[in-house]
Structure formats: C-alpha cells, structure tokens
C-alpha cells in the first residue's frame, strides 16, 4: 500500500527559528498537502501544490514530485505554531494518503 | 458561510451495537464530501468520499459503510461495532476535485 514518512518525528525549537519538515512517499502522487493538527483532532488546510514551491504566509511548501518528496519551511516559528503537521500524498485525485506527522513545539 | 458540523460530538459505545455517524455541510451546494478515521496514536486514513448525492466510493472500509442520502449529508454507520472502531471520526468537504478541503470538529467513539 501507500506509505508517507515524515520526519522528524518531533521538534523542538526557540521562538524566531525557522523549521523545515520532511515528507517522502512511495508512489507517483499528483498533489502533496499540508495539514496543521489542533490539539482537539480537527484539522486545517495549509498548503497544497503538485509540484514546485507555493508561499503562504511564513509557510513555504516545496514538491519535488519525480523524487516523492516534500517539504514543509515554517519560518520565524511562533508559540502558537506549536502542534502536529500531517502531510498527505495524494496518487490519484479524491484518494488521500497521510504520515503519522512531525510534532512541533516551539519554546520561548 | 459554509458550515460543517458533525454529530455527535462523542460517543460510547458497547462491542456489537450499531453506529451512526453523521455531518451535514450548509451554505455549499454540491460539495465533495470525505471520511477519515484516526485511532488513538495512529495515522489518519481516509475511508470514504462522495462527489455527489447517492454515489460513495470507499477508500478504506474497515467494516463501515457510508451514505450521501441528502447534497449536504454524509452519514457513516455500521450494524457491528468493534473494539477496532475506536478512535476520531473526521467529516471534510471540498468544492471540486484537487480543491482544499475543509474539516469538521469531529466525532471521538469510544467502544467498550
């Protein structure tokens, strides 16, 4: 079946550090997504991109699609960036497969 | 604005009874509507989606079924629960194919 790892596993950075996670999958994907966790379990649309680089905010997803990876750049963290970052590869539109996400704490 | 809202907000249940899961999206027509499923500590996967009323595709079923009997509906239920059923159920809606999806706030089933 699919498989999407994503590291780290957990981080912890001071307020103001830039973060970088990482996302791989083991098939052809037409799109990657990234999701923020809440605490509660809902989640949030981030970034969405088939391929190359899409900026929104302080966040930066880049999709190198032909090498199954991607990655996540949240710069200047902030406290309230803390929670987990689900990554979702998508190999056929409407089927949606996700990492098991990278737990980010940032301290002050 | 849309809406998404799923019922009920928890839920315990016995091994063996029957479930229903429910969500409802409002001020979106035709939506495409998903089901994901996360157990405690594990991964989240996806179960089902619809893209219109009447028509469900199954991605993962673990023993559940799905139902769009309503454009903004989506119901998740089975006849048998098991112990394996436990976990966070997630309802999300999107305008079209390759669109972001927006999620619900959940439904954590506890079965017993």
């Known amino acids: 079946g699919q498989q999407v790892q994503q590291s780290p596993a957990s981080l912890v950075l001071q307020e103001g550090e830039n973060a970088e996670l990482q996302c791989n999958f083991s098939?052809?994907?037409?799109?990657l997504q990234w999701f923020y966790q809440r605490p509660g379990g809902s989640l949030v649309s981030l970034l969405s991109?088939?391929?190359g680089t899409k900026h929104t905010g302080r966040l930066t997803s880049t999709t190198v699609t032909k090498e199954r990876r991607g990655s996540l750049h949240i710069s200047s963290s902030q406290i309230t960036d803390s929670g987990t970052y689900l990554c979702a590869m998508e190999p056929g539109y409407q089927n949606f497969y996700f990492g098991k996400g990278t737990s980010l704490t940032v301290i002050p | 604005a849309q809406t998404i809202h799923q019922w009920p907000v928890a839920e315990i249940k016995a091994v063996g009874s029957p479930l229903s899961l429910g969500c409802t999206i409002k001020?979106?027509?035709?939506?495409?509507l998903y089901w994901y499923w996360q157990a405690t500590g594990g991964t989240l996967q996806q179960l089902f989606y619809s893209i219109t009323v009447g028509q469900v595709e199954s991605v993962v079923q673990l023993n559940l079924s799905a139902s769009r009997p309503k454009d903004d509906q989506f119901i998740l239920s089975t006849e048998k629960l098991l112990l394996s059923h436990s976990g966070f159920y997630l309802c999300?809606?999107?305008?079209?194919?390759?669109?972001?999806?927006?999620f619900g706030p959940g439904t954590r089933l506890t079965v017993l």
């Open positions: 991109n088939p391929s």
């Open positions: 098939s052809t994907a037409t799109r």
């Open positions: 999300a809606w999107s305008l079209g194919t390759g669109d972001e999806q927006y």
């Open positions: 001020g979106k027509s035709s939506p495409n």
